[in-house]
């Protein structure tokens, strides 16, 4: 999603912020589904919750830094 996203908005700062942000919520709703369809092994789904919570917040973390960018951009 990011890499295809990326892609799409040809690196530009805004465009990087919307395609990291739908990476975070593919990552959440594959997460959730995982989690509702018993798709992990027992007794696990705290750690699942954890690291994939880690990585949702490295991915939204850089959508507000490259949308920071954009503004920063924009005012010159």
Known sequence: VGG???????FRPQG???ALLAAAIAQALVVAIALIAGLNPPDTEFEVLVMNGFFIALFLGSSWLFLSAAKA????
């Open 73 to 76: 951009r924009e005012a010159g």
């Open 4 to 10: 295809i996203g990326a892609f799409i908005a040809r």
């Open 16 to 18: 990087m912020a919307h």
